[in-house]
């Protein structure tokens, strides 16, 4: 029987540990979208920020332009005046690092392969691999379903630390909040009724947590920790790690580095799913609606 272990990657954390040299399977390609540099472009102006308090509440016609403009050259944005609180967000920060510094075994009890063998999307671990020459990403992963609520797969919730579960109750009911107001707003832009948007994702619509841990790495200029993508979703709603940059947006052909924040920052990126939206305001999407991304990062870690 043929061997096929190389469809089961090491934790990239356990592997970081005990290698000077990433191995091949990680290492960037040239005939990749960012040509073996990682270097990236700083970005000419500031990452536009909406306060969302003060468009949601008065439909302030500065917030609005402010909103318009941001969508139409970058597709993301940060928000403020959100509503969540900042020991919210540093509870779900805290309790995210700390699962991933637990010891492999009990991480692995919450493992996206299922009898050592087939991969699920839901759990701990890594993307699946499905062919040898694939570039694996330098990161963990912990992918969880959050909505609808009846749906959460606990079995995969992590009871260690122990605030984990009731924090990311908090941070999903929170969230729903932020990205119902983003949508309203955007329909407004669009002159449709307020809740057209909303009302295109129906109550049984999907959103995802997704926990992407970045290990150090000895050569952080030849990995990637996530390859370049489209969040095919809806609303990303992306918290960002506080102390280590590394989020690069592709526009016009370049990659641009958006720079740390001094403080927790919610971060939106507007998916494939809510162009389609947008362009068909009569198509009812009931089975995908968003994800909430938490990035984690050690200490002069490069990310992307």
């Keep these: 029987m043929a061997d ?17 040299e990433p191995p091949r399977q990680y290492l960037l390609r040239e005939q990749e979208p960012l040509g073996g540099n990682l270097a990236g472009t700083e970005m000419p102006d500031p990452i536009p920020t ?14 609005a332009a402010k909103l318009r403009s941001a969508l139409q050259t970058w597709g993301f944005f940060k928000v403020s005046n959100h509503g ?19 010891p492999l075994e009990e991480k692995r009890k919450y493992s996206n392969i299922i009898g050592g063998k087939h991969f699920q999307m839901e759990g701990y671990g890594t993307d699946q691999v499905k062919t040898q020459d694939q570039r694996l990403d330098w990161s963990d992963r912990l992918h ?17 630390p122990k605030s984990f ?3 990311l109750h908090e941070y999903t009911l929170r969230s ?3 990205k119902d107001d983003i949508l309203r707003a955007m329909a407004k832009l669009l002159e449709l009724d307020e809740d057209c948007l909303v009302n295109q994702f129906s109550d049984r619509a999907l959103t995802y947590a997704r926990f992407n841990y970045y290990p150090p790495c000895p050569r952080p200029d030849l990995v990637l920790g996530i390859k370049p993508h489209s969040d095919v979703y809806a609303l990303t709603v ?6 280590v940059a590394g989020l690069q947006f592709l526009r016009d052909g370049t990659w641009y580095n958006v720079p740390a924040a001094s403080n927790y920052t919610l971060l939106i990126n507007v998916g494939v799913t809510m162009e389609v939206a947008i362009s068909e305001p009569q198509v009812n999407f009931s089975h995908i609606y968003s994800t909430m991304e938490v990035a984690i990062s050690e200490p002069r870690v490069i990310f992307i």
């Design 4 to 20: 096929e272990s190389w469809r089961l990657p090491s934790s990239v954390q356990q592997l970081a540990a005990s290698i000077q």
């Design 50 to 63: 909406i306060d969302l308090g003060l468009l949601s509440a008065s439909n302030d016609a500065e917030e």
């Design 84 to 102: 969540m609180e900042t020991s919210l967000m540093d509870s779900v920060m805290t309790a995210s690092r700390d699962f991933f510094r637990l």
């Design 144 to 160: 969880l379903k959050v909505e609808p609520e009846d749906e959460r797969n606990l079995a995969l919730w992590p009871i260690h």
């Design 165 to 167: 579960r009731d924090d």
């Design 176 to 178: 729903k909040r932020i």
């Design 238 to 243: 992306l918290l960002m790690d506080k102390d």
